[in-house]
C-alpha cells in the first residue's frame, strides 16, 4: 500500500446560511482545497463526496456526477462517486479517497463533505436524522435520534454515576473552542446553567446537550506521499485508517454504553499507525449529543470505561488540558452539517497540525486522530493524521 | 407519509404478536427475526426456527421523550426503553401506564397491544407492542 498525505483543505462557514445552496456549499469547500493545495483541475484523478441524505434535504440525488459538475469538471470526466453512512458519511468518503490512492488507482483524489439542512423545517430535519437509526424497530415505535443517545446517557449515568452537570461540561468546552473558530456556528461561550436549564428533548438530553441543525461542506485533497512534496513544505500523512460497523439498532448492541464499532475502528488505525491512544496530541470525535463525546474518549482508549464523565469534569479534554478534544468546538458548536463532519474533523487536525489553527492552536501538535460515527454507533471510521 | 400498506402488515407477526426465531444450531433466540443467526452464520441457514416470546422483561435504560416527530406528538412526554425480554432478546418499546417518574432501569415489564402511532386524522393507524409494568 502507498502512503498518503492531505495537501490542502477547504471549508465553508458553518450555520444556517439561508444565502447559499448544496451546490454553492460544496463548490466553495472544493475550490478552497484545491487552491490551498496548489493543484491544478488536470491533476485531479477522481472525486468522492460524502453526504447523509440531499435527496430528503434538498431532493437531490446523483451528487456524485451533481459535485463534479458544479465544480466544473464534468469535461475532464473524472470519476465522482457518492458515499452514504448516515453521519459518518464525511468520514466514509475520506477513507475510500484514502484507499483509492493507497491501492495506487490514484495519485490525486479530492474529498468532499456536503450536508444543507436548513432548506427543510425542523422537524422534517429531525426526521430526516432519525433514518440512520433503525425505522422498522427504532423509530416505529417513538424512538427520536436523541432518545436514542438520551439512553445511552440514562444507562452511563446509571452504571458509572456519570452525572448530567459532566455531560454539560462537554458543551461548555465545545462552546469555548467554537468561540475561537471563525467557521464555528456558534462562535460564544455558555455556561453550565444554560445547558443544564435547556429545554428537555430527551431525559436525561436537553436542547444545549444536542448538535444543532446545519449547513455546510468541507473538502480536503489527498495525494500520494511521494508526489505530495511538489505541492506543499506542510505534509500531513494519514497513518491510520480504520473502519467498523455495528448492529443499527442500539437495543441489540453487546453493551449499550460501548460503541464497538469505535472500539474496533480504532483499534485497527492505532495498529496500523503504530501508535497508542497515549501518542495521540488531540483529537476530532464524534460529538453529536454530549454523552456521544462521553463514550467517544472511553471507546477511542483515551480514558477507561465509566471514566469518560470524570475526565471531563478533571478539564482533561479542553484546549490547555493533556488531550484536547474538539479544539473546533465539535459537532455541537462548531455545527453539525451530517456529510461534511467527518471531512470537517479532518480540516480541523491539518490546520492544528500545521500550526495554523490561531486562537485554538494546540502547542506543538504532531499527532491527531478524527472519530465519526454514523447513527448511533453502526458505523465508525477513526483516522490518524502526523505531521511529516 | 403515503407509503404502501404492505411494508405495515407484513410485520404484523412480530408487532402484534412478538414471533421471534431461533437458531437452531446454538439455541439463541432473536427478535426481529433473522435469517441467519450472526454467531452461527452460514451454518444456521435453514435451520431458523419461529417461537413466540412470552412478553415479560426488564427495563435495561429508558428516556422521557419530550421532543417527538409528528406522528407521536399526542403521546408526549412518553417514556421509550430498551427492554430485555426473557427469553434474551432486547427490543426498542414504549412503556405506559404508570408515572414517567416510576420508570426505573431493572423495572420489571409485561407487554401490551396498543396504538402506536397515527398519520394525523385522516391516516393510516398503526399498532403494536408497548410495556407496562408487570403485573406479578
Known amino acids: 500500500m502507498r502512503e498518503v498525505a492531505v495537501i490542502g483543505v477547504g471549508l465553508t462557514k458553518f450555520g444556517e446560511l439561508w444565502d447559499k445552496s448544496f451546490r454553492d456549499l460544496i463548490a466553495e469547500a472544493g475550490s478552497k482545497a484545491i487552491i490551498d493545495a496548489n493543484i491544478e483541475g488536470k491533476d485531479i484523478d477522481a472525486i468522492y463526496v460524502g453526504s447523509m441524505s440531499s435527496g430528503r434535504f434538498v431532493g437531490q440525488e446523483h451528487i456524485g456526477a451533481l459535485v463534479a459538475d458544479v465544480s466544473g469538471f464534468s469535461y475532464t470526466h473524472i470519476p465522482a462517486t457518492r458515499v452514504e453512512g448516515a453521519c459518518a458519511s464525511g468520514g466514509l468518503a475520506v477513507r475510500q479517497g484514502y484507499l483509492s490512492i493507497a491501492s495506487g488507482m490514484h495519485d490525486i483524489v479530492v474529498v468532499g463533505g456536503v450536508e444543507k439542512m436548513n432548506d427543510v423545517g425542523g422537524t422534517s430535519a429531525t426526521e430526516t436524522l432519525a433514518t440512520a437509526a433503525d425505522q422498522e424497530w427504532e423509530a416505529f415505535f417513538g424512538a427520536t435520534f436523541p432518545a436514542i443517545y438520551a439512553m445511552i446517557a440514562t444507562k452511563h449515568m446509571h452504571d458509572y454515576g456519570t452525572t448530567k452537570e459532566q455531560l454539560a461540561q462537554v458543551a461548555v468546552k465545545n462552546h469555548a473552542n467554537g468561540a475561537l473558530n471563525p467557521n464555528a456556528q456558534y462562535q460564544r461561550p455558555i455556561k453550565l446553567d444554560a445547558v443544564l436549564n435547556s429545554t428537555m428533548v430527551a431525559s436525561p438530553l436537553g436542547l444545549m446537550d444536542c448538535s444543532p441543525v446545519s449547513d455546510g461542506a468541507a473538502a480536503i485533497v489527498l495525494c500520494a506521499l511521494e508526489k505530495a512534496k511538489r505541492y506543499t513544505d506542510k505534509i500531513i500523512k494519514i497513518t491510520g485508517s480504520g473502519q467498523a460497523s455495528d448492529t443499527l439498532a442500539l437495543h441489540a448492541r453487546r453493551d449499550i454504553t460501548t460503541l464497538d464499532a469505535t472500539v474496533h475502528a480504532a483499534k485497527k488505525a492505532y495498529k496500523q499507525a503504530g501508535v497508542t491512544p497515549k501518542d495521540i496530541d488531540l483529537a476530532e470525535v464524534h460529538d453529536c449529543f454530549t454523552i456521544a463525546e462521553i463514550c467517544a474518549i472511553e471507546d477511542l482508549g483515551f480514558v477507561k470505561k465509566g471514566e469518560g464523565g470524570r475526565a471531563v469534569e478533571d478539564n482533561i479534554t479542553t484546549l490547555d488540558g493533556s488531550l484536547p478534544v474538539n479544539t473546533s468546538g465539535g459537532l455541537k458548536a462548531k455545527g453539525h452539517p451530517v456529510g461534511a463532519t467527518g471531512v470537517a474533523q479532518i480540516v480541523e487536525l491539518v490546520l492544528q497540525l500545521r500550526g495554523e489553527a490561531g486562537k485554538r492552536q494546540v502547542k506543538g501538535a504532531k499527532r491527531g486522530l478524527a472519530h465519526n460515527v454514523g447513527g448511533s454507533g453502526a458505523t465508525c471510521t477513526v483516522h490518524i493524521l502526523e505531521a511529516v | ?136
Open chain 2, 1 to 136: 407519509m403515503g407509503e404502501a400498506v404492505a411494508r405495515f402488515w407484513r410485520e404484523i407477526p412480530q408487532r402484534y404478536n412478538l414471533i421471534a426465531n431461533k437458531c437452531t444450531v446454538c439455541d439463541k433466540i432473536f427478535f426481529p427475526p433473522r435469517d441467519a443467526c450472526p454467531y452461527c452464520r452460514r451454518k444456521s441457514i435453514g435451520k431458523m426456527k419461529d417461537v413466540k416470546l412470552s412478553g415479560r422483561g426488564e427495563v435495561v435504560t429508558y428516556s422521557v421523550v419530550h421532543v417527538a416527530p409528528e406522528n407521536f406528538e399526542e403521546q408526549v412526554p412518553y417514556v421509550i426503553a430498551i427492554i430485555k425480554l426473557e427469553e434474551g432478546p432486547q427490543i426498542t418499546a414504549q412503556i405506559v401506564d404508570c408515572d414517567v417518574k416510576d420508570v426505573h432501569i431493572g423495572m420489571k415489564v409485561e407487554q401490551t397491544f396498543r396504538r402506536i402511532q397515527e398519520e394525523g386524522y385522516t391516516g393510516a393507524i398503526y399498532y403494536g407492542y408497548k410495556f407496562r409494568k408487570a403485573k406479578t
